[in-house]
């Protein structure tokens, strides 16, 4: 083995005389090394390349070949720029230390040999350099378009676009540029080791002054990049858990920031070092400066703030944390749009009156009777028709029929591919390729069998209000999954009709020619089918139709928007159209509390949402259309700033469009929980949680989902969101929150909050008095008993006026059908309960006009029987009637719900013959206090 020894004079490796070169080993297969490559490659790339194409050709058939190259060039650029970049950064750092290891040829490989070897290296991690960047297309755009948000954070005074546009690519080109120069520093560390190894040398190999300066230099950049990570984690500060509140708290502030700043500049002074140390000939001062760094990061990031959130914060909390919990509450209330809300104080008037119901009617004749649960096995038992037809879910809406506005529920009918019972592949493809129509129903009305009153109904669609559908088959829908081909030798199947069915071949614009021999290929590939390449039913005019799904349709194209789960159907202009909520979110709010939320097929954690825009696809051609509708949300307008004339504007949107958009159900639960806690705008009441809220529950304790409804809330009747609160620990409502969705007033938020010193029925506590009203619980196990499931409808809390009115519907279904049956109302408010088997019986019950009302059920005082002074027999059942008063309301306080039916039912016994024994008027039933659930 040829030994080198250190040359002092050349400062370099030499050779020591008489020693023998071993023999040369030369690599054998590259040849075949570069076949296999190549054909990997080539079988890797060829799937991209399908799909790449086939992607391309529907953009284009959606009119989004724009947004298509939008996506696409920043990341090929952002690739090749990264590879580029790191290749050279990487190889000019490698080949000279390559060169000055002198490794001999013979030792292992050629020199030539090494330089290819080290070639493809630098071009290995290069390309993986350039993967990693690629993913951060969408980062790079929004740095380069984002808008300002014309608000600076409290800390370091910068606007918010700051932290949401241009921190997130600073923050990643830091975090790659130092992993490039990491991994030069390795490359070169590595020659230079293996060089020594090589020459015999025994550890630790002594450096070249040329080695020393090249690792010097990548060593100090590599510090300089880490100060500004250091300078960087400043801004993460206001992301801080820490303290009370989410955003930077007073130890964030007091003792991590000073920390950060001195780490900083320690980290800076030890790059400078390094270099100085090159003139010097020595690394002394540095390696202090490295030493204080480290003892710096333990002591001034790990101790000492943890002694001063001990010691100086957690004694005084409030005091400390104040100003930090007040731009909590502020940017957390701006960040998910409840700034601007409506707080109203709402002074109840307990009892409902047949004046307010009259001046009320289109509130009372849009009470809705129907649970989207309960409707939807309705729907499929009467309107399915054929077992391959299936309704999704059923949707709420509104129409103004010739002046005549009403709430509505509709399903669409689509087709359900696994009921058909010969699958074949024309059948699934060429044969069923679409749902027809619609169901539809006023959400009050009631046939006198328990049925919905179905207003658009059968095949083909009939209807009973003036609606006209130019086009009712449904090629894109919910449940669409599979695709279709249409224009071909095989008639579609449109409905069936007498003994036969009805045939249709496709009219629309939807779709993809696929009658050119390539695409059949292309097609076949990609879908992974070779019966569509062999088919003799295409011709040269046929389509496929891919991507049906609404929910994936709208997303494909806009993947930066978060697609809402839920789009409901819409008669607009004579078409089905899907209408879909989309928002713009991020996580990057500083200050505001983060959430986690699912919506549609998106789970991620945000601090910042806006519904900013509104989708539609054409149920029949599956044109998508995409609509602004909050033009001032920034996050929207760098989107459009980078995807121009994909989202048109406002004033696009038609009027029998503008009729059919409502407030999204998904943002109006966020803002919910977020409001919970947040209307306590007060620091030391939100420090303490003196008044957390939750959404109303039923007496499984299940929440109330947010639900539509028509109600006045101001001069006319509108349709509105609503979802009413109650104190944590409590049942009685503590507020109603509404948002609105009619013209000019849509995505207005209005609270409306109850005295506290007023007792509100909460849906839970309804449930408990129906449950104990003797009529009502005699019935509901008498149902039971002869095999009938009693199915509860949802308690839906209505305001009427200033008076607040409870609905529950009671459903009745046989153990041997699916078909349930509304047979009874349930009403109620603070002048009783009452039943009936119309909406319209148990409203006349419960305001007097016709049978009397029921036990009572809200009061803002615990009414006590007075003892009359009376004598004799009376006057015993009058001191009785009290100590069965006071029995009821300790069962009501221990939650003995058997015992306070006993009490009530003696209680009503006993004031019964006190009427008789003194033969006066009807003393009424004592109220029901407040059942404390």
């Given at each position: 083995?040829?030994?080198?020894i250190?040359n002092?004079?050349?400062?370099?490796?030499?050779?020591?005389?008489?020693?023998?070169?071993?023999?040369?080993?030369?690599?054998?297969?590259?040849s075949?090394?570069?076949?296999?490559?190549?054909?990997?490659?080539?079988?890797?790339?060829?799937?991209?390349?399908?799909?790449?194409l086939?992607?391309?050709?529907?953009?284009?058939e959606?009119?989004?070949?724009q947004?298509?190259?939008?996506?696409?060039?920043p990341?090929?650029?952002?690739?090749?720029?990264?590879?580029?970049?790191?290749?050279?950064?990487?190889?000019?750092?490698?080949?000279?230390?390559?060169?000055?290891?002198?490794?001999?040829?013979?030792?292992?490989?050629?020199?030539?040999?090494?330089?290819?070897?080290?070639?493809?290296?630098?071009?290995?991690?290069?390309?993986?350099?350039?993967?990693?960047?690629?993913?951060?297309?969408?980062?790079?755009?929004?740095?380069l378009?984002?808008?300002?948000?014309?608000?600076?954070?409290?800390?370091?005074?910068?606007?918010?676009?700051?932290?949401?546009?241009?921190l997130?690519?600073?923050a990643?080109?830091?975090q790659?540029?130092?992993?490039?120069?990491?991994?030069?520093?390795?490359?070169?560390?590595?020659?230079?080791?293996?060089?020594?190894?090589?020459?015999?040398?025994?550890?630790?190999?002594p450096l070249?002054?040329?080695?020393?300066?090249?690792?010097?230099?990548?060593?100090a950049?590599?510090?300089?990049?880490?100060a500004?990570?250091?300078?960087?984690?400043?801004?993460?500060?206001?992301?801080?858990?820490?303290?009370?509140?989410?955003?930077?708290?007073?130890?964030?502030?007091?003792?991590?920031?000073?920390?950060l700043?001195?780490?900083?500049?320690?980290?800076?002074?030890?790059?400078?070092?390094?270099?100085v140390?090159l003139?010097?000939?020595?690394?002394?001062?540095?390696?202090?400066?490295?030493?204080?760094?480290?003892?710096?990061?333990?002591?001034?990031?790990?101790?000492?703030?943890?002694?001063?959130q001990?010691?100086?914060?957690?004694?005084?909390?409030?005091?400390?944390?104040?100003?930090?919990?007040?731009h909590?509450?502020?940017?957390?209330?701006?960040?998910?749009d409840?700034?601007?809300?409506?707080?109203?104080a709402?002074?109840?008037?307990?009892?409902v009156?047949?004046?307010?119901?009259?001046?009320?009617?289109?509130?009372?004749?849009?009470?809705?009777l129907?649970?989207?649960?309960?409707?939807?096995?309705?729907y499929?038992?009467?309107?399915?028709?054929?077992?391959?037809?299936d309704?999704?879910?059923?949707?709420?809406?509104?129409?103004?029929?010739?002046?005549?506005?009403?709430?509505?529920?509709?399903a669409?009918?689509?087709?359900?591919?696994?009921?058909?019972?010969?699958?074949?592949?024309?059948?699934?493809?060429?044969?069923?390729?679409?749902?027809?129509?619609l169901?539809?129903?006023?959400?009050?009305?009631?046939?006198?069998?328990?049925?919905?009153?179905?207003?658009?109904?059968?095949?083909?669609?009939?209807?009973?209000?003036?609606l006209?559908?130019?086009?009712?088959q449904?090629?894109?829908?919910?449940?669409?999954?599979?695709?279709?081909?249409?224009?071909?030798?095989?008639?579609?199947?449109?409905?069936?009709?007498?003994?036969?069915?009805?045939?249709?071949?496709?009219?629309?614009?939807?779709?993809?020619?696929?009658?050119?021999?390539?695409?059949?290929?292309?097609?076949?590939?990609?879908?992974?089918?070779?019966?569509?390449?062999?088919?003799?039913?295409?011709?040269?005019?046929?389509?496929?139709l891919?991507?049906?799904?609404?929910?994936?349709?709208?997303?494909?194209?806009v993947?930066?928007?978060?697609?809402?789960?839920?789009?409901y159907?819409?008669?607009?202009?004579?078409?089905?159209?899907?209408?879909?909520?989309?928002?713009?979110?991020?996580?990057r709010?500083?200050?505001?509390?983060?959430?986690?939320?699912?919506?549609?097929?998106?789970?991620?954690?945000?601090?910042?949402?806006?519904?900013s825009?509104k989708?539609?696809?054409?149920?029949?051609?599956?044109?998508?259309?995409?609509?602004?509708?909050?033009?001032?949300?920034?996050?929207?307008?760098?989107?459009?700033k980078?995807?121009?004339?994909?989202?048109q504007?406002a004033?696009?949107?038609?009027d029998?469009?503008?009729?059919?958009?409502?407030?999204?159900?998904?943002?109006?639960?966020?803002?919910?929980?977020?409001?919970?806690?947040?209307?306590?705008?007060?620091?030391?009441?939100?420090?303490?949680?003196?008044?957390?809220?939750?959404?109303?529950?039923?007496?499984q304790?299940?929440?109330?989902?947010?639900?539509?409804?028509?109600?006045?809330?101001?001069?006319?009747?509108?349709?509105?969101?609503?979802?009413?609160?109650?104190p944590?620990?409590?049942?009685?409502m503590?507020s109603?929150?509404?948002?609105?969705?009619?013209?000019?007033?849509?995505?207005?938020?209005?609270?409306?909050?109850?005295?506290?010193?007023?007792?509100?029925?909460?849906p839970?506590?309804?449930?408990?008095?129906?449950?104990?009203?003797?009529?009502?619980?005699?019935?509901?196990?008498?149902?039971?008993?002869?095999?009938?499931?009693?199915?509860?409808?949802?308690?839906?809390?209505?305001?009427?006026?200033?008076?607040?009115?409870?609905?529950?519907?009671?459903?009745l279904?046989s153990?041997?059908?699916?078909?349930?049956?509304?047979?009874?109302?349930?009403?109620a408010?603070?002048?009783?309960?009452?039943?009936?088997?119309?909406?319209?019986?148990?409203?006349?019950a419960?305001?007097g006009?016709?049978?009397?009302?029921?036990?009572?059920?809200?009061?803002?005082?615990?009414?006590?029987?007075?003892?009359?002074?009376?004598?004799?027999?009376?006057?015993?059942?009058?001191?009785?009637?009290?100590?069965?008063?006071?029995?009821?309301?300790?069962?009501?306080?221990?939650?003995?719900?058997?015992?306070?039916?006993?009490?009530?039912?003696?209680?009503?016994?006993?004031?019964?013959?006190?009427?008789?024994a003194?033969?006066?008027?009807?003393?009424?039933?004592?109220?029901?206090?407040?059942?404390e659930?």
């Open positions: 083995m040829k030994r080198f250190w002092p004079n050349r400062g370099d490796w030499a050779p020591q005389e008489g020693e023998n070169r071993p023999g040369r080993k030369a690599l054998h297969g590259l075949l090394a570069a076949l296999v490559i190549s054909a990997f490659l080539l079988f890797a790339g060829g799937p991209t390349l399908v799909t790449f086939t992607e391309l050709l529907w953009y284009h959606v009119g989004a070949s947004a298509f190259w939008i996506r696409i060039w990341q090929a650029l952002l690739f090749l720029v990264a590879s580029v970049f790191s290749f050279l950064a990487l190889y000019l750092n490698w080949r000279p230390a390559l060169t000055r290891t002198a490794l001999p040829d013979e030792m292992v490989l050629s020199s030539k040999t090494q330089r290819r070897l080290l070639f493809l290296a630098a071009l290995a991690f290069a390309l993986f350099q350039g993967a990693g960047a690629r993913g951060h297309w969408e980062e790079a755009l929004l740095f378009n984002g808008t300002s948000f014309s608000v600076d954070d409290p800390l370091f005074g910068k606007d918010l676009s700051f932290y949401i546009f241009r997130p690519f600073i990643f080109l830091r790659w540029l130092q992993g490039l120069l990491v991994l030069a520093f390795g490359g070169v560390a590595l020659l230079s080791a293996l060089g020594g190894a090589s020459r015999g040398l025994q550890l630790p190999f070249s002054r040329t080695e020393k300066r090249h690792l010097s230099l990548l060593g950049a590599i510090a300089l990049l880490w500004l990570g250091f300078l960087l984690a400043r801004y993460d500060l206001l992301y801080s858990p820490r303290g009370v509140t989410f955003g930077a708290s007073y130890t964030d502030v007091f003792a991590e920031l000073p920390a700043n001195i780490l900083t500049g320690l980290t800076v002074a030890l790059a400078l070092l390094i270099l140390g003139s010097r000939k020595t690394w002394k001062y540095a390696g202090i400066v490295l030493g204080l760094w480290a003892l710096a990061n333990i002591a001034l990031r790990g101790a000492y703030p943890g002694v001063i001990k010691y100086v914060v957690e004694p005084n909390e409030f005091q400390r944390e104040r100003p930090f919990i007040e909590n509450i502020k940017a957390t209330l701006t960040a998910y409840l700034h601007d809300l409506t707080s109203t709402f002074e109840p008037s307990l009892t009156t047949a004046q307010s119901l009259d001046a009320n009617p289109d509130t009372v004749r849009n009470i809705r129907w649970d989207e649960d309960t409707l939807l096995r309705s499929r038992q009467l309107q399915e028709i054929r077992s391959y037809y309704f999704g879910g059923v949707d709420i809406d509104r129409y103004d029929f010739d002046g005549d506005y009403r709430q509505v529920m509709l669409a009918r689509e087709l359900d591919l696994t009921q058909l019972q010969n699958p074949t592949w024309v059948n699934r493809h060429l044969e069923f390729t679409h749902g027809y129509g169901v539809m129903n006023p959400v009050n009305e009631v046939t006198t069998t328990g049925q919905p009153v179905l207003w658009v109904r059968d095949l083909p669609p009939r209807f009973s209000v003036p006209t559908l130019e086009r009712p449904i090629y894109y829908g919910e449940k669409a999954s599979s695709y279709a081909l249409v224009r071909t030798t095989v008639h579609e199947f449109d409905y069936p009709m007498g003994e036969g069915n009805a045939r249709t071949t496709y009219e629309g614009k939807g779709g993809i020619p696929v009658g050119s021999l390539w695409r059949r290929i292309l097609f076949s590939l990609r879908l992974g089918d070779s019966e569509l390449f062999f088919s003799d039913a295409l011709t040269k005019d046929s389509r496929i891919i991507y049906r799904n609404v929910l994936e349709r709208v997303q494909r194209i993947p930066f928007l978060i697609v809402d789960g839920d789009p159907m819409a008669v607009v202009d004579g078409r089905l159209l899907w209408i879909v909520d989309a928002y713009t979110a991020t996580g709010y500083p200050y505001s509390e983060p959430v986690n939320v699912r919506i549609g097929r998106s789970a991620r954690s945000i601090n910042y949402i806006r519904n825009v989708v539609t696809v054409d149920a029949y051609d599956g044109t998508v259309s995409f609509y602004a509708v909050d033009e001032k949300d920034p996050l929207l307008r760098a989107w459009r980078i995807f121009p004339g994909l989202i504007p004033e696009a949107i038609g029998d469009l503008r009729a059919h958009l409502r407030y999204p159900r998904d943002l109006f639960r966020i803002q919910g929980e977020i409001f919970r806690t947040y209307h306590m705008g007060d620091p030391n009441t939100f420090y303490n949680k003196e008044d957390v809220w939750t959404p109303a529950q039923d007496r304790g299940k929440a109330v989902d947010p639900y539509y409804l028509m109600m006045r809330l101001e001069e006319t009747s509108e349709f509105a969101l609503i979802s009413p609160f109650l944590v620990g409590r049942n009685n503590i109603w929150l509404a948002a609105r969705s009619d013209g000019a007033n849509y995505g207005e938020l209005l609270l409306y909050r109850f005295p506290k010193q007023t007792l509100v029925y909460g839970a506590q309804i449930e408990a008095l129906i449950d104990q009203n003797p009529e009502i619980s005699a019935q509901l196990s008498l149902w039971s008993q002869r095999g009938s499931d009693v199915i509860r409808g949802n308690v839906l809390v209505i305001p009427i006026d200033r008076a607040i009115l409870y609905v529950q519907p009671l459903y279904k153990e041997n059908s699916d078909l349930p049956e509304l047979k009874r109302v349930i009403v408010s603070g002048n009783g309960i009452a039943w009936a088997e119309t909406l319209e019986g148990a409203l006349t419960l305001v006009k016709g049978a009397a009302p029921e036990t009572p059920v809200a009061s803002s005082e615990k009414v006590l029987p007075q003892a009359p002074s009376l004598s004799g027999e009376a006057s015993a059942l009058a001191r009785q009637a009290q100590e069965a008063w006071e029995a009821s309301q300790r069962a009501l306080r221990e939650a003995d719900w058997e015992g306070y039916g006993r009490t009530m039912t003696r209680l009503e016994a006993l004031l019964r013959s006190l009427v008789e003194t033969a006066e008027e009807p003393v009424q039933a004592p109220a029901a206090a407040e059942p659930l």
